[in-house]
Nanobody, 127 residues
Framework: QVQLVESGLGLVQAGDSLRLSCAAS????????VGWFRQAPGKEREFLAA????????YYADSVKGRFTISRDNAKNTVFLQMDSLNPEDTAVYYC????????????????????WGQGTQVTVSS
């Protein structure tokens, strides 16, 4: 099993950039593909980005493509989500999730594809 903990500065202003971290403990993190999701109040959990366990493949939601970047450092057991040009609509709880699988596939944008989830971290973007 793997345990995931998200972290990052919680309150930023519109136009700012922010990098979230997803730190893993437990089983070797390089066995896991990882995804980032977010959930705003009253809305469903939304897929943002995913990265294969080696980091050689990434996949983004159209809504964040070109603005968000996912990356990983397996030596540090951490996956990152770099978010640029933030706006108030990006306000949400952000989650990372993991699955013990080598490659991404079409299911990697769905919540049910992942086996493990972090507790989430609040990001608030003020106007």
């Amino acid at each position: 099993q793997v345990q995931l903990v998200e972290s990052g500065l919680g309150l930023v202003q519109a136009g700012d950039s922010l990098r979230l971290s997803c730190a893993a403990s437990g089983r070797t993190f390089s066995y896991y593909a990882v995804g980032w999701f977010r959930q705003a109040p009253g809305k469903e959990r939304e897929f943002l980005a995913a990265i294969s366990r080696s980091g050689d493949s990434t996949y983004y939601a159209d809504s964040v493509k070109g603005r968000f970047t996912i990356s990983r450092d397996n030596a540090k057991n951490t996956v990152f989500l770099q978010m640029d040009s933030l706006n108030p609509e990006d306000t949400a709880v952000y989650y990372c999730a993991a699955r013990d699988i080598r490659k991404l596939d079409s299911g990697s944008s769905t919540t049910g594809w992942y086996n493990y989830w972090g507790q989430g971290t609040q990001v608030t973007v003020s106007s």
